[in-house]
């Protein structure tokens, strides 16, 4: 909900500026300089989490939609004002080439489409924004990365967390030095998954269980945190419902890596319990710790210095501004966001099943 203080600085922005043509869904006046015209694919949870957060972007708007739900897409576009020209099927979805209202996709489709529809947005000459995980193993991602590279499109994955306050607070303290050297890197991150059902416990179209959903986040979180990629892997699988977490779909992994300065790192990936986000950092003269690390937020933390507190923005707000900046302006985000970190991560994931599979260290480059 916004703060009055929020509401009033919205309110005397729009009474301050001149009105923009040709959008409906909220003031035009709040938005400022160039903007991103986004489309979204794949009108589900989170699409709607996003399309929501847009509303309060100044550099990205929400235009246009693809679905494969023709009643989503009326809710839609009354609730968020987009033209009948701006909506689209997957079936049809090739069509966005010729839409100068649509400069950037944002695909939020279950794991297994985010490759081909990828490949099929470059190929209409628009930028890809792709949900985590970007694919369904590095060799996908690697073909999504060409796609973009051929197309001459940019490719961003949704690691909203490079864009929060607190988070870029303590990789600002660890690049400063003010951890010292950093030693230890602990990352935890599950929930507890309900309906069976769900595509995320359907190996085709999840791609794996919690590792490809929430574990994630702790890889990522990894090397944020350390500011370095691992050299190598081990991982271990529990799994104590064969029914609910069937052939391919991971329960419970832990999983180790290793660094060439000599840091590790322990993390937990798991769909089977819940308040389970938390990382923790430790270096020679200090510590930090988020905890919760990875939600919808307030983030919250400490380090060996106090309390960490920064403002709670709504992180697809923020994280849609500044992948606007990155793709108008070619801002150089803090925390990379662009296709190569997403490969990174999904070539690292690749690398901890088959740790988990063989029972063996496996060794990684980049
Ligand atoms: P949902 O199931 O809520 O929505 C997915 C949408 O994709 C559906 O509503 C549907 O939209 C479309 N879709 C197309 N094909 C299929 C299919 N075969 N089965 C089901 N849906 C289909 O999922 P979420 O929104 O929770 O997740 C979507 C993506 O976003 C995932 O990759 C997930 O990892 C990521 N995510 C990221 C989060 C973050 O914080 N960064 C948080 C949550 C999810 P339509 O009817 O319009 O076609």
Redesign the pocket.
């Known amino acids: 909900m916004k703060s009055r203080r929020q509401f009033l600085q919205h309110f005397s922005a729009a009474l301050a500026l001149p009105a923009l043509a040709g959008w409906t869904n909220k003031p035009e006046a709040s938005l400022q300089g160039p903007v991103l015209k986004v489309a979204i694919?794949?009108?589900?949870?989170?699409?709607?989490?996003v399309a929501d957060a847009l509303v309060g972007c100044k550099r990205a708007k929400l235009t246009g939609?693809?679905?494969?739900?023709p009643s989503?897409?009326k809710t839609w576009q009354s609730k968020y004002g987009i033209a009948e020209k701006n909506c689209y099927t997957?079936d049809n979805s090739d069509q966005i080439k010729n839409n100068p209202d649509i400069d950037a996709v944002y695909i939020?489709?279950?794991?297994a489409?985010?490759h081909p529809y990828a490949i099929r947005v470059a190929q209409a000459g628009k930028h890809v924004i792709c949900?985590?995980?970007m694919a369904l193993n590095a060799m996908e991602a690697l073909e999504m990365v060409n796609a973009c590279k051929k197309a001459n499109v940019k490719l961003l994955i949704?690691?909203?967390m490079h864009f929060e306050a607190n988070t870029l607070e303590v990789v600002r303290m660890r690049k400063a030095g003010e951890f010292g050297k950093p030693l230890f890197f602990q990352g935890l991150s599950g929930f507890r998954i309900g309906d069976p059902g769900?595509?995320?416990l359907t190996k085709n179209?999840a791609g794996g269980g919690a590792m490809?959903?929430i574990g994630v986040y702790s890889v990522n979180g990894a090397r944020y945190m350390l500011g370095e990629d691992p050299v190598w892997v081990t991982a271990q699988e529990t799994k104590t419902d064969f029914q609910k977490f069937k052939e391919g779909v991971d329960e419970t992994i832990q999983f180790q890596f290793g660094f060439a300065s000599g840091a590790v790192a322990s993390c937990l990936s798991t769909y089977s319990m819940n308040n389970l986000d938390k990382f923790f950092l430790n270096g020679e003269k200090g510590f930090a710790e988020l905890q919760p690390a990875?939600g919808?937020g307030p983030i919250q933390g400490r380090t060996h210095r106090g309390a960490l507190a920064l403002p709670h923005v709504t992180?697809q707000t923020t994280q849609m501004d500044e992948m606007a900046q990155i793709i108008l302006d070619n801002k150089v985000p803090e925390i990379p966001v662009d296709g190569a970190e997403g490969l990174k991560d999904m070539k690292i994931i690749d690398a901890i099943y088959l740790a988990a599979k063989t029972g063996k260290r496996v060794d990684l480059k980049f």
């Open positions: 694919m794949g009108l589900g949870s989170y699409g709607t989490r939609v693809i679905s494969g739900t989503k897409i997957y939020i489709t279950p794991n489409l985010h949900e985590k995980p949704g690691y909203r769900q595509w995320r179209l490809m959903d990875t919808y992180h």
